[in-house]
């Protein structure tokens, strides 16, 4: 892996060196976009909007439009707006982790420490995990100022989530959401069963990308000549005409293996000795 970013966290007057690497990877199909008439690759290019020519990447420069001229900004312009977060994660306080809600939650990176950090990465690491709590702080990352959490990750290692800012969330006010009634009982008390029912321990494993799985088996069918045929789905009316029926019969229904092999494979947290 080929880290990102490299810099330090700022932990008190601690510095711990670190260096971040993208945590996770897209298992989506890598396909291209053709003309469909000769099947031709479509390309994208960078065109200079005066003369009509391509652009290099390297004659390209950023610049902000003010009083209909543009200010244009080097590298070091980016540095010198927070130069102290350019190098250093600061940790600002400390918080329990179950109190961020995930909508603020973007992406997850691994964060490894570099050579001389060890002792202090293992003491952060090791802190967080006994008292529990999530270390937030903020960075520049890619000339963008992020909001972040460092939290433990499997028990050994520490994981930055990057956050969203609050004025990044939207207001759902102006969604046309019911206003709270009350249930009937006895509806209440059929969902809550068909929860417990349902309840197991989240085992991600379980989980796989059958989506593209069938997608990859259909272009190898294609490859190979043969029609695909498209299976038709039935889909219920979404309108709720007897909702304690329709308990019931989701009560009634066995239980997907998902949900057995879930309840089955459930792994025993592993506990971090001082």
């Known amino acids: 892996m080929r880290a990102i970013w490299t810099g330090a966290i700022g932990f008190g007057l601690v510095n711990i060196p670190v260096k971040i690497y993208t945590a996770t990877e897209t298992g989506s199909i890598d ?5 469909s008439r000769d099947h031709a690759n479509i390309q994208f290019k960078r065109v200079n909007a005066n003369t009509g020519k391509e652009v290099a990447w390297e004659d390209i420069v950023k610049g902000f439009l003010k009083n209909e001229q543009y200010i244009i900004l080097e590298d070091e ?12 994660l600061s940790i600002d306080s400390f918080v329990p982790e179950a109190e961020i809600d995930s909508i603020y939650f973007e992406n997850p990176y691994f ?4 050579k001389g950090g060890e002792a202090a990465y293992s003491l952060l690491l090791r802190s967080l ?5 999530a270390a937030v702080g903020t960075f520049v990352l890619r000339q ?13 290692i520490l994981l930055l989530h990057r956050l969203r800012f609050q004025e990044d969330i939207r207001d759902y006010r102006d969604l046309k959401i019911p206003a709270y009634k009350a249930p009937k009982p006895a509806e209440l008390k059929m969902a809550k069963m068909l929860i ?33 045929s498209k299976k038709p789905v039935q889909v219920e009316s979404s309108k709720v005409t007897d909702l304690m029926a ?16 879930r309840k089955a494979t459930t792994k025993p947290k592993r506990e971090i000795k001082a």
């Open 77 to 88: 312009d980016f540095e010198a707006a927070l130069p102290e977060k350019s190098k250093i």
């Open 246 to 261: 329709q308990l019931k019969a989701s009560l009634d229904k066995p239980k997907t293996t998902s949900t057995r092999t």
């Open 129 to 133: 995990v006994q008292t529990g709590m």
């Open 111 to 114: 964060l490894e420490p570099q």
């Open 31 to 35: 396909l291209d976009m053709l003309d």
């Open 196 to 228: 417990k029912e349902y309840t197991a321990s989240f085992d991600p494993s379980v989980y796989k990308n059958n989506y593209q799985k069938a997608l990859m088996r259909i272009i190898n069918q294609k490859s190979k000549g043969k029609k695909i």
């Open 144 to 156: 963008t100022e992020a909001l972040c959490i460092v939290r433990v990750y499997d028990d050994n």
